[in-house]
């Protein structure tokens, strides 16, 4: 298929959420499930909520458990504590077909024995909906989806793109109280992808029907979620918006799962953060931590600034000196290994700031290794090698508390 | 579909012809042969005696009971077979392993043993026969003993058709049918039934066939009388014991062809038989 942006039509009077008040409540919410398979436990003690015209993305390795818990909304598994609700309704006990929420399938499922048009009709066919009624619904949804040259077609004879939204119509047929995307772009190439989860993105800012996604695909859960929740290994690490999670987040695991992260250990010291010899001003970030308390520095690649002399740019706050240990060009952007000297004492007076960096030698590896990401421009401007010796800056980072015991969290 | 084979040599590929050749050679006196003789010899003596022995009372009739035995066995088997295939793919229990086993028995057993069970169960002093002869329930001896000797040679067939089927078949198409608000029988009948087309048609297909060319059972229960109970497979036997080898033929290449036709549509109609498969 040709990646071409495809805008859905504007049309305010048609609305494919259930119709009911139109008051921003609560669509969906989860409370304290909890499921286990034989003697593994999958889930324990999941709890989010997702709001009317939201989409919430769970976000999650394989085996973190996110599939079940979509099963669980949809009525197709039985959790072993807690409750569904749906619009207010507790559905815990309400078998799938009474539930209405619509399924998307991660193959889609389409029936393969129907053309398009009855595939989106089957759910009006089924409840018994008068001809006229299922006609004009079909012929609603399929040009909100924009299948009129397909509506003829079977599944097979469709691209994989087609065949989702086929499969997002058929649900929209009889309003449902909540989409649920099992790793929709799951099986499609990295193109399609792209372009099929604006397009999907468009649609449902248009229908305005609370969705939940699974991915593990952190990019797909970015660009998808108003909010997004974090799994792993069964409970859920942290619920925010993209920009919470990615930029605070609130768990090691978060910080790691979501892109690349750096990780420091420190200890809070009067408003600063000591990594070794280096002290990084951090008056707002340590107010919620004791004094002396350990903690862990987490930052992202592409908030490291390097710099030849020791100008920083503007709201950079200094880490420390290193020696640029490998250059990579990766693409979009350029890749700096970077040693940093964490155990360099220094001398009362000595004001240089870019003292020799002593890691350079046989010694060298008492230098703790960090990844920084440039822009091109920057790249550009000034041009590194192997050796070169720089200060090092954050422009932003979070600290996390850094317990000894993994249960403690 | 498209054959294609490796190719080892440049040029010709003497494997070719001989392997053909000797394939061919192999299954002319085996099986070409013997299907040849029954059509040389049973329109030897010209079309109009083979018409007339076609013809003959006895001969139709025999024609159609094994006809209308088969089918009800047919429709009886295909019927259980999906119903068993389902339980038995959706559904665990104590025994599940055992029950596969024992449907699938009766492919083993000779048909000679069949009958003889069948005798044993409904005959005049048999287990079931005993108490229902007194009341006038008389079950051996007439077309429905056929029928169960029919039901029981080709019982594991449709199921063993099905049974796969019903094991590849996809979950989310039934779990999709569920959240969109179908009850299990609307769904049975929208979904999973017609996924299961082709199954069913080969199914019944094997079993008809099957059922038509039964011998060995058939003519332990059914007492083998003309004109009541003698199918087709019988009265070539009975005619040809009897010395009347024109009468037999007829008969015999009727079969010959019906299976002929049969086992064509089972392979010419793969392609929509299969149909289900290439999407899943």
């Not at chain 1, 050796?387 to 403690?408: C, H």
């Amino acid at each position: 298929m040709t990646p071409k942006m495809q805008l859905v039509p504007d049309d305010p009077h048609v609305s494919w959420a259930p119709e009911r008040s139109e008051k921003a409540g609560v669509a969906a919410s989860v409370r304290g499930i909890s499921k286990r398979f034989k003697k593994a436990s999958v889930l324990e003690d999941v709890s989010f909520e997702v709001a009317e015209g939201e989409s919430l993305v769970l976000l999650g390795a394989s085996g973190s458990g996110k599939t079940t818990i979509l099963r669980i909304i949809a009525g197709l598994e039985q959790p072993d504590t807690g409750r569904v609700i749906l619009h207010g309704k507790d559905v815990t006990d309400l078998p799938a077909r009474e539930r209405g929420v619509g399924v998307i399938f991660q193959a889609y499922a389409l029936f393969p024995r129907m053309t398009v048009e009855k595939n989106i009709a089957y759910g009006l066919k089924i409840r018994h909906r008068p001809r006229k009624e299922r006609r004009e619904t079909v012929n609603r949804l399929i040009d909100l989806v924009q299948l009129e040259k397909h509506r003829k077609k079977y599944p097979w004879q469709l691209s994989g793109g087609q065949q989702q939204r086929v499969a997002i119509a058929r649900t929209l047929a009889y309003k449902p109280q909540v989409l649920l995307f099992d790793e929709p772009f799951g099986a499609l190439d990295a193109q399609t992808r792209v372009h099929l989860r604006r397009e999907i993105r468009a649609l449902l800012r248009k229908v305005k029907v609370p969705s939940v996604f699974i991915t593990h695909d952190q990019e797909e859960a970015l660009e998808l979620g108003d909010r997004i929740a974090v799994l792993n290994d069964g409970h859920l690490e942290q619920v925010g918006t993209p920009d919470e999670v990615y930029n605070h987040p609130a768990t090691e695991y978060v910080a790691t799962f979501l892109g690349a992260a750096n990780l420091l250990l420190g200890v809070v010291t009067r408003g600063c953060v000591e990594i070794g010899t280096a002290r990084l001003p951090a008056e707002t970030e340590t107010k919620k931590f004791r004094e002396g308390q350990s903690v862990k520095l987490v930052f992202r690649p592409e908030d490291v600034c390097v710099s030849p002399d020791a100008k920083l740019p503007e709201g950079c706050r200094r880490l420390a000196n290193g020696v640029i240990e490998q250059i990579d060009f990766v693409g979009a952007y350029e890749r700096l290994n970077v040693r940093l000297d964490l155990a360099h004492r220094p001398q009362s007076g000595e004001l240089a700031p870019l003292y020799q960096v002593t890691i350079n030698t046989p010694e060298r590896m008492v230098g703790v290794p960090v990844m920084a990401t440039r822009p091109k421009p920057e790249a550009h401007a000034t041009r590194y090698k192997p050796g070169d010796r720089v200060a090092v800056g954050l422009t932003s980072f979070s600290l996390l508390p850094n317990y000894t015991l993994a249960r403690q969290r | 579909m498209k054959i294609t084979a490796v190719r080892h040599v440049r040029g010709y590929d003497v494997a070719r012809p001989v392997s053909i050749g000797v394939m061919l050679g192999i299954m002319l006196p085996l099986v070409f042969l013997p299907l040849l003789s029954i059509f040389i010899y049973g329109t030897s003596k010209g079309l109009g005696a083979f018409w007339s022995s076609l013809t003959a009372p006895e001969a139709i009739f025999a024609l159609k009971l094994s006809m209308a035995t088969s089918f009800w066995a047919t429709v009886f088997n295909v019927l259980f077979g999906l119903f068993a295939a389902y339980v038995l793919s959706r559904y665990d229990f104590w025994g599940r392993n055992a029950v596969i086993v024992t449907i699938s028995l009766p492919t083993a057993i000779p048909t000679a043993v069949a009958g003889f069970a069948l005798l044993l169960l409904w005959g005049p002093y048999g287990t079931l026969g005993r108490m229902l002869n007194p009341q006038g329930v008389q079950v051996m001896f007439t077309p429905y003993a056929i029928i169960l000797a029919n039901i029981f040679v080709t019982f594991p067939l449709a199921f063993g058709v099905i049974k796969p089927v019903f094991d590849t078949m996809s979950r989310s198409l039934e779990e999709a049918s569920a959240t969109i608000g179908a009850t299990r029988w609307q769904t049975f009948w929208h979904v999973t039934l017609p996924s299961l087309r082709g199954a069913i048609v080969s199914g019944a297909l094997l079993t008809f066939a099957r059922a038509v060319g039964e011998f060995g059972s058939t003519i332990l229960v059914s007492g083998n009388l003309a004109l009541r109970t003698q199918t087709a497979p019988l009265y070539i036997f009975a005619k040809f014991n009897e010395g009347q080898i024109e009468a037999a033929n007829a008969i015999a290449i009727v079969l010959a062809l019906l299976s002929f036709v049969i086992f064509s549509v089972l392979f010419f109609a793969r392609d929509w038989l299969e149909f289900e498969a290439q999407e899943a």
